[in-house]
């Protein structure tokens, strides 16, 4: 199983970046796809979802209004773009695949992981 995120990088604050994850068609076939983070000394944390026909989307409160989840079932890739990016997003920012075609924000809940890609916001 391989999941492969890119788009990180090093911006400053109020800056926008778009993430991407490409997954094989047999490992996010019918599943929802997820976002989270690990900041600095911090645990995992949720950051977006989106359910397999893309029709339920679900957001932290943390990043709401600010960021957005999307995926293309044609290309096997689910997207996270981030607008008004603040120094507190900085973390890496890992993709999962759910267990069914609705996951929450759960951890527990997805069971294939990416390998992160590395967002740093400074101010």
């Known amino acids: 199983v391989q999941l492969q995120a890119s788009g990180g990088g090093l911006v400053q604050a109020g800056d926008s970046l778009r993430l991407s994850c490409a997954t094989a068609?047999?490992?996010?076939?019918?599943?929802?796809m997820g976002w989270f983070r690990q900041g600095p000394g911090k645990e995992r944390e949720f950051v977006a979802a989106?359910?397999?026909?893309?029709?339920?989307?679900s957001y932290a409160d943390s990043v709401k209004g600010r960021f957005t989840i999307s995926r293309d079932n044609t290309k096997n890739t689910v997207y996270l773009q981030m607008n008004s990016l603040k120094p507190e997003d900085t973390a890496v920012y890992y993709c999962?695949?759910?267990?069914?075609?609705?996951?929450?924000?759960?951890?527990?809940?997805?069971?294939?992981w990416g390998q992160g890609t590395l967002v740093t916001v400074s101010s």
């Open positions: 999962a695949v759910g267990r069914s075609a609705y996951s929450g924000s759960s951890l527990e809940g997805y069971r294939y």
């Open positions: 068609k047999r490992t996010s076939s019918n599943n929802a």
């Open positions: 989106i359910s397999w026909r893309g029709d339920s989307t």
